[in-house]
């Protein structure tokens, strides 16, 4: 098992953005895949959402350097992509969505050749491979042909091959695809386990919201190659919070007492419901009720999910998309 990971990273740089885009494009002929993306995402374990076709394996294959921006310009560890892609692709890792690889070797040898593909001696990388193999759950199955390996246990190897050089950022495109629930479930865990336990950032791609819900603290939402949202998870969701109350008296007094506070509600069959983004509201629920005359039966706060905001700012997005 690895000591925690520790990044060759000066201290100026560590305040800097870990990605950052500036009016990113790219087109394939016709077909605009990103459009005018400018962002900065921080160090941290960064969810990439949208669903399929949306840009995202396009964004990725550009910060790997896989692929040449159409304008804009794109920096990944403070370095210009394009310009010093061999400087950054050193300190990445990249797990890909398709099956790529070597089944006609083991699982050891596979992940051991990567290690000294990425420049490590024989020995650092057969040391290397051990050790992520162990991490990723397949100890005892490191001198199996991968050819015999379920989905599950291929999955773990492609993350393997991916950390072993030790990066400061991993690319997971789309890593629990095929999994069964179990596996679905230890493929997550691990991958925040990479970021809470080694320091290593990630980016997630993905179009399961949950996934991202429950790996990520940042996200950066694209729909149609067009950013339509980014931000932590926490400052996100918190802006679209929901209060239920049911109460006995009059609702019309009660609204209108609501409403002179400068916030509405809404009826459903007796269930009222309340959208806030400030704690202050629950002391004016209190003086509404007091000046209305009625009574709270019961109260409860609801912090919005990740699908209900995400849902909420694709339909914003694509209402803003002239016909």
């Given at each position: 098992m690895t000591a925690t990971h520790t990044a060759d990273t000066t201290q100026h740089e560590t305040r800097q953005a870990l990605i950052s885009a500036d009016s990113l494009s790219k087109h394939y002929g016709s077909t605009i895949a990103l459009d005018q993306v400018s962002v900065e995402l921080p160090r941290s374990s960064i969810g990439l959402l949208g669903p399929n076709g949306a840009g995202k394996s396009t964004f990725l294959r550009l910060m790997l350097g896989l692929s040449q921006p159409t304008s804009g310009e794109l920096r990944v560890f403070n370095r210009d992509v394009e310009q010093e892609p061999m400087e950054v692709r050193r300190r990445i890792g990249y797990m890909p969505e398709s099956d790529c690889l070597a089944t006609d070797t083991t699982a050891f040898d596979f992940v051991r050749h990567m290690a000294e593909v990425s420049g490590l001696p024989a020995t650092d990388a057969r040391l290397r491979a051990a050790d992520m193999l162990y991490l990723c759950g397949l100890d005892e199955e490191r001198y199996r042909m991968i050819r015999e390996f379920s989905t599950g246990m291929k999955q773990r190897v492609k993350l393997a091959q991916a950390l072993v050089h030790d990066p400061d950022l991993v690319f997971l495109d789309e890593p629990t695809n095929g999994l069964d629930p179990s596996g679905h479930d230890e493929m997550l865990t691990l991958i925040r386990r990479i970021y809470d336990e080694l320091g290593i950032a990630i980016v997630l791609s993905s179009h399961v919201l949950e996934d991202i819900e429950r790996v990520c603290d940042y996200v950066m939402m694209i729909d149609g190659g067009k950013l339509i949202g980014s931000g932590y998870l926490s400052d996100l969701m918190d802006t679209q919070q929901e209060i239920t109350l049911e109460i006995d008296g009059d609702f019309a007094s009660f609204e209108k007492a609501m409403?002179?506070?400068?916030?509405?509600?809404?009826?459903?069959?007796?269930?009222?419901?309340?959208?806030?983004?400030?704690?202050?509201v629950f002391d004016a629920i209190r003086d509404a009720a007091v000046d209305s005359g009625i009574a709270l039966r019961s109260l409860a706060a609801r912090r919005t999910s990740l699908e209900e905001f995400y849902i909420g700012v694709v339909e914003s997005h694509q209402a803003e998309v002239p016909d």
């Open positions: 409403s002179a506070r400068g916030i509405e509600i809404q009826n459903q069959n007796g269930l009222i419901s309340i959208s806030y983004g400030d704690d202050a």
